[in-house]
């Protein structure tokens, strides 16, 4: 069965940083473009961040550009989300998710979720 | 940026009712456009992309239309799992959610 599965999320304090992971599994993970999205309690859905299968394009909504970083290890079929700067506001649960088709020239939709972390910035 | 505008916020309905959800794009995304259905506690479900293709899998009372900057989901007959938050996505351009439709039981 196709499946992402998140780890890495916690409570910290504003300021602090934590790395988010996503492990992959039952395709090929090289192939696909990856992104996360979160949501805040109570809230929508916020797309967050993507990064092309190759690692060569990564983009961030603007609330998050200059504090998160993005990357991956295909070797790993492994996805990651670097946060620092942590504010109160970037308390969500954060979801993976592959990016529909093999080896797409830029975004599609988001045909696979994970059931996503939990992150809680507060002091 | 590109801004998403669903309407209603809420919808009220009964099983069998025919519905429809609404929404807009600040500016032409083509048919670059899905819909997903969250419910809470779970990840959400990729129902439609290109503004009308149905996702494999998915039932087909499910449907979408529209293109360039005014889109709708119709949910032909309402199931009692139909119940829900729905949201449409634009990925013309990064990705930008509508603010979502909850779908409650009259």
């Known amino acids: 069965e196709v499946q992402l599965v998140e780890s890495g999320g916690g409570l910290v304090q504003p300021g602090g940083s934590l790395r988010l992971s996503c492990a992959a599994s039952?395709?090929?993970?090289?192939?696909?473009?990856m992104n996360w999205v979160r949501q805040a309690p109570g809230k929508g859905l916020e797309w967050v961040s993507y990064i092309s299968s190759s690692s060569s394009t990564v983009y961030y909504a603007d609330s998050v550009k200059g504090r998160f970083t993005i990357s991956r290890d295909n070797a790993k079929n492994s996805l990651y989300l670097q946060m620092t700067s942590l504010r109160d506001e970037d308390t969500a649960v954060y979801y993976c998710a592959r990016g529909a088709g093999i080896a797409a020239p830029g975004t599609s939709q988001q045909d696979v979720w994970g059931q996503g972390t939990t992150v809680t910035v507060s002091s | 940026d590109i801004q998403m505008t669903q309407s209603p916020s809420t919808l009220s309905a009964f099983v069998g009712d025919r519905v429809t959800i609404t929404c807009r794009a600040s500016?032409?995304?083509?048919?670059?456009l899905a819909w997903y259905q969250e419910k809470p506690g779970k990840a959400p479900k990729l129902l439609i992309y290109?503004?009308?293709s149905l996702e494999s899998g998915v039932p087909s009372r499910f449907s979408g239309s529209g293109s360039g900057t005014e889109f709708t989901l119709t949910i032909s007959s309402l199931q009692p799992d139909d119940f829900a938050t729905y949201y449409c996505q634009q990925y013309k351009t990064y990705y930008t959610f509508g603010q979502g439709t909850k779908l409650e039981i009259k």
């Open positions: 290109k503004a009308s």
């Open positions: 039952a395709f090929t993970f090289s192939s696909y473009n």
């Open positions: 500016q032409s995304i083509s048919s670059w």
